[in-house]
């Protein structure tokens, strides 16, 4: 069953990618990438509290944190496409992407596979049940999360 949602989790993210991609050169604006991308931005968000969450009480539920890693690794796999040229500073609204995201495109890019490749270990080892793995794998998600922040998103005002 893991190996089927694993196949599933991966079309679903190349469908999202593809969705987004299309949808700001069929006409949507920058700003309506930019709202999706906050959006999408807030459900990984809340994966990755609902992971902590389930660490912090000291006793995790390994159905939960497989479900909210999986979140996480399909989040990571779609999250190229939430970055179109057009969707930063200059869409007119609020974003916190700085213009490095695309001038500085290859950096982007590794910072984001990265991401990818500890989302992935994350949930590899969340499909296991192995919750210390499962732990430590969160940290590498985290240092991937704060690498590409630092770099590439305007601190909070």
Sequence with gaps: MLRNFGRVGAATAACVALMATSSLA??????????????????????AKALGDQ??????????????AAKIATAAQSMRAWFPRGSGPEAGVKTRALPAIWTDATGFAAAQ???????????????????AATGAAMKDVGAGCKGCHDKYRKPES
């Design 26 to 47: 069929a006409g949507s604006s920058g700003a309506d990438a930019v709202k999706d991308r906050i959006a999408h931005m807030k459900g990984l968000g809340a994966a």
């Design 55 to 68: 660490f912090r009480s000291g006793n995790p539920d390994s159905a939960i944190v497989r479900g909210e």
């Design 113 to 131: 596979q990265a991401f990818v490749a500890s989302a992935g270990k994350l949930n590899a080892a969340a499909s296991t049940g192995d919750m």
